[in-house]
């Protein structure tokens, strides 16, 4: 069986956006390693040791991780891309644009389509882009 999960990237909040998800969606970190805890001969040079180097949050048949990126290295962002939720419902869905766009940027407001009963565009406080859809009223 192939998965396919995404990989995001902060420029110093993993930690923080990561537990974001872990309430927000209703997952559980499974795994959260900064660049301190790692065996010092396995350890890159100039690194900050409170970054991340590694996070899991999973939930029903869903991961996500993701990793600071490297101290002194220029941070590109997040862009070209977006994480799409789907729930059976627009209210189950609503929620969850709502605690997304809180701090967030909203890009197309959470409503009804032709393609779908309820769906919205955001980017969370974390800068990372998401588009949520219900299936039902």
């Known amino acids: ?40 001969s396995d350890r890159q040079p100039g690194q900050d040791d ?32 977006s994480l799409s939720l789907g729930y059976p419902t627009v209210a189950q869905a609503r929620a969850i644009f709502d605690a997304l766009a809180d701090g967030g940027t909203v890009h197309m407001p959470f409503g009804k389509t032709f393609w779908s009963p309820g769906f919205g565009m955001v980017a969370d406080r974390y800068g990372t882009p998401w588009m949520v859809s219900g299936e039902h009223d």
């Open 50 to 81: 409170a970054r991340i180097v590694h996070a899991r949050v999973t939930g029903d048949g869903w991961a996500l991780m993701a990793s600071d990126w490297m101290a002194g290295q220029t941070f590109p962002g997040a862009s070209g891309f």
């Open 1 to 40: 069986m192939t998965l396919l999960n995404a990989y995001l990237f902060f420029d110093g909040t993993c930690a923080e956006a990561m537990r974001f998800y872990e309430r927000t969606l209703g997952g559980r970190i499974e795994m959260m390693m900064t660049h301190g805890e790692i065996p010092a």
